[in-house]
T-cell receptor, first 110, second 112 residues
Framework: EDQVTQSPEALRLQEGESSSLNCSYT??????LFWYRQDPGKGPEFLFT???AGEEKEKERLKATLTKKESFLHITAPKPEDSATYLC???????????FGKGTMLLVSP | DGGITQSPKYLFRKEGQNVTLSCEQN?????MYWYRQDPGQGLRLIYY???????QKGDIAEGYSVSREKKESFPLTVTSAQKNPTAFYLC???????????FGEGSWLTVV
């Protein structure tokens, strides 16, 4: 059974204080690992897809990395507008469904 | 504008009533999904469809039904058999396995 565990559950940062969110996964034949951002009451917004170990992708203050067992979402010099819940999900080969973690709620204070 | 449209945004259901949530996409995606989101539980898969006229149960399909008569549409019916339907419902679509999955803005369902 595919499993995704995100840590920490919640993270509070000061503006400009860099940190990382973790996504550990167990999956049979990873087809893709997805990161999403979700604001309260809204649908998840796509951030990155990673396909193989060693891959990295960046977007503004966010950088996602992938190993064979986990993915990190690094947030550099965050701003209050980065406050949101960040979701990680995996999709296995041969299947068409996503398995989600429970998310990390990030709060960035000015 | 391309995307996924869910309606209504807010819906109230009386006890014993069936309600239907709409999901339409104009992205020409083959696969469509319905997820339920409850606080502290993450997203759980209700039903998914990879092709027109075919769909499969997800992890929590009991009390729900779907249809896929058109590629663009994947409505979800919450039946009276669903004992705890109050939740945030999310529809999503995907071109093919491993490609980006896009979500709609969600529908809030409350039992009154």
């Amino acid at each position: 059974e595919d499993q995704v565990t995100q840590s920490p559950e919640a993270l509070r940062l000061q503006e400009g204080e860099s940190s990382s969110l973790n996504c550990s996964y167990t999956v049979s034949g990873l087809r893709g690992l997805f990161w999403y951002r979700q604001d309260p009451g809204k649908g998840p917004e796509f951030l990155f897809t990673l396909y193989s170990a060693g891959e990295e992708k960046e977007k503004e203050r966010l950088k996602a990395t992938l190993t064979k067992k986990e993915s990190f979402l690094h947030i550099t010099a965050p701003k209050p507008e980065d406050s949101a819940t960040y979701l990680c999900a995996v999709q296995a080969g041969g299947y068409s469904t996503l398995t989600f973690g429970k998310g990390t709620m990030l709060l960035v204070s000015p | 504008d391309g995307g996924i449209t869910q309606s209504p945004k807010y819906l109230f259901r009386k006890e014993g009533q069936n309600v239907t949530l709409s999901c339409e996409q104009n992205l020409n995606h083959d696969a469509m999904y319905w997820y339920r989101q409850d606080p502290g539980q993450g997203l759980r898969l209700i039903y998914y469809s990879q092709i027109v006229n075919d769909f499969q149960k997800g992890d929590i399909a009991e009390g729900y039904s779907v249809s896929r008569e058109k590629k663009e549409s994947f409505p979800l019916t919450v039946t009276s058999a669903q004992k705890n339907p109050t939740a945030f419902y999310l529809c999503a679509s995907q071109k093919g396995n491993g490609n980006t999955i896009y979500f709609g803005e969600g529908s809030w369902l409350t039992v009154v």
